[in-house]
């Protein structure tokens, strides 16, 4: 790895973060401190007490990652050091997605860092002056600042139906459709950063990468967090964010700056984000060589280029296995979005396939967003039913009935079925 600025001092708070009690305490209570940066602090929490904390209630998991919010299990599915949203109880949720209900993806744990120590180093040799360029907090703070509402996706999000419906083994954390949430995000255009910093013309490649700690898997240690990310992209769409929801960013979604890189696999949006190589050459990473690309019989020797852009989805916001009664109206909710263009329909069955009528839509397609619907359903007949959902969207862009395999199980866009009973 080339040599770097040291990252920013961490707070020590950091080891509260590791603990398997924090999310136990995580929002539940709060300590002030007369900092400069607290009033940008998101709620941390408390300080141990001397003696070892009680047991966690029943809805909090025993096995919790590091991860700082509280995950109640009607919220979320704890899977390693990630937190799965429960797609299934969306319904009660509106276009944006709360924090506390908002999916975490932790490679290790989340390093809680203080916005008064933090600073961004901007080197490599795309910049004209060659020399390491920072900016703090606060001058970050200071650049106009722009607001859009952005999906963040994990590229395995939908990852666990190529075993269960395709019978086809992955690798990878065994999401269903929950490693997904929309934002307001609020912050500062990484192109007005780069043009501040003195970004060369020639520059094609930056390197964003994270504060938290390196990634160690099989014994092998990655080096910290960090994917490529092509110029071209970065001044398109891309957004320094220090707020989520209208919040300052919380600490599981990179407090106290992360990158937003619209439509595209969740793994380009770096959090707790730490220094930027900008080069004049391609650059790579474990993130965009060895992971992030397209292995398998239907892809090329050695994979495909690194992904990018994500797919389109659509699922119903229902338990799997839920009971339906037979002879009365259900309203089925659901919720539908594409990486890229605006939803256009959402068509629904709920005899397995055999026939499909379009769903009521509830906001406008958006582009980056997703849409609510919704479809009536009178079942008749008591047993087993298989519920699906397919969306189209602007650019002709159809879930297809299977999804093209790939060994670590990303992108998947096929229909999802969804098992009920009617009793
Ligand atoms: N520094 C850092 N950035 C990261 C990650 C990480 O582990 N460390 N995970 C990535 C992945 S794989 C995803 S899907 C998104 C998840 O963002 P969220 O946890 O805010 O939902 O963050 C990305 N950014
Ligand atoms: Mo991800």
Same mark, same amino acid.
């Given at each position: 790895m080339p040599n770097s600025p040291a990252p920013a001092r961490r707070s020590v708070l950091k080891v509260l973060a590791a603990a398997p009690a924090v999310s136990a305490l995580g929002g539940l209570a709060t300590v002030t401190t007369a900092s400069a940066a607290a009033a940008h602090a998101p709620a941390r929490p408390a300080a141990p007490a001397a003696t070892a904390p009680a047991a966690p209630a029943p809805a909090v +998991? &025993?096995?919790?990652?590091?991860?700082? @919010?509280?995950?109640?299990?009607?919220?979320?599915?704890?899977?390693?050091?990630?937190?799965?949203?429960?797609?299934?109880?969306?319904?009660?949720?509106? &276009? &944006?997605?709360?924090?506390?209900?908002?999916?975490?993806?932790?490679?290790?744990?989340?390093?809680?860092?203080?916005?008064?120590?933090?600073?961004?180093?901007?080197?490599?040799?795309?910049?004209?002056?060659?020399?390491?360029?920072?900016?703090?907090?606060?001058?970050?703070?200071?650049? +106009?600042?722009?607001?859009?509402?952005?999906?963040?996706?994990?590229?395995?999000?939908?990852?666990?139906?190529?075993?269960?419906?395709?019978?086809?083994?992955?690798?990878?954390?065994?999401?269903?459709?929950?490693?997904?949430?929309?934002?307001?995000?609020r912050g500062v255009r990484l192109a007005d950063v780069l043009r501040r910093a003195g970004i060369a013309r020639d520059a094609v490649d930056l390197l964003p990468r994270g504060l938290d700690d390196p990634y160690v898997s099989g014994g092998i240690d990655y080096g910290r967090v960090r994917r490529p990310l092509p110029v071209a992209k970065a001044f398109d769409d891309v957004i320094l964010a220090y707020e989520m929801n209208g919040e300052p960013l919380p600490y599981d979604h990179g407090h106290p700056v992360r990158l937003v890189v619209p439509s595209w696999v969740g793994i380009a949006s770096i959090k707790w984000l730490g220094d930027i190589e900008v080069s004049t050459r391609p650059l790579s990473s474990?993130?965009?060589?060895?992971?992030?690309?397209?292995?398998?019989?239907?892809?090329?020797?050695?994979?495909?280029?690194?992904?990018?852009?994500?797919?389109? @989805?659509?699922?119903?916001? &229902? +338990?799997?296995g839920a009971t339906l009664e037979a002879g009365r109206v259900h309203r089925l909710t659901g919720r539908a979005w594409s990486a890229h263009a605006p939803v256009r329909t959402v068509e629904v069955s709920t005899d397995g396939g055999a026939h499909w009528r379009r769903a009521h839509l509830h906001d406008i397609p958006r582009?980056?967003?997703?849409?609510?619907?919704?479809?009536?359903?009178?079942?008749?007949?008591?047993?087993?039913?298989?519920?699906?959902?397919?969306?189209?969207?602007?650019?002709?862009?159809?879930?297809?009935?299977?999804?093209?395999h790939n060994t670590q199980g990303y992108l998947f866009n096929a229909v999802v079925r969804h098992p009920v009973t009617v009793a």
């Open positions: +998991p &025993l096995a919790a990652p590091g991860i700082v @919010k509280a995950l109640p299990a009607a919220h979320f599915t704890v899977r390693s050091t990630n937190a799965e949203a429960r797609f299934d109880g969306f319904g009660d949720t509106g &276009l &944006l997605t709360p924090v506390d209900r908002f999916f975490v993806r932790n490679h290790t744990t989340t390093p809680v860092l203080d916005a008064a120590d933090w600073r961004l180093t901007l080197w490599g040799d795309g910049l004209h002056g060659r020399s390491p360029v920072h900016f703090t907090y606060g001058q970050l703070r200071d650049l +106009p600042s722009v607001t859009r509402t952005a999906l963040i996706e994990c590229a395995g999000n939908g990852r666990s139906y190529y075993t269960s419906q395709q019978g086809e083994p992955v690798t990878g954390t065994a999401w269903t459709l929950g490693a997904v949430g929309a934002a307001r995000w474990p993130w965009s060589t060895d992971w992030y690309r397209l292995f398998g019989d239907a892809h090329p020797a050695g994979g495909s280029a690194p992904i990018s852009r994500q797919t389109l @989805k659509s699922g119903y916001q &229902l +338990p799997f582009r980056d967003g997703w849409v609510r619907w919704s479809t009536p359903w009178l079942p008749r007949v008591t047993g087993p039913a298989t519920l699906l959902s397919r969306t189209t969207d602007a650019a002709g862009n159809t879930q297809p009935e299977r999804a093209v």
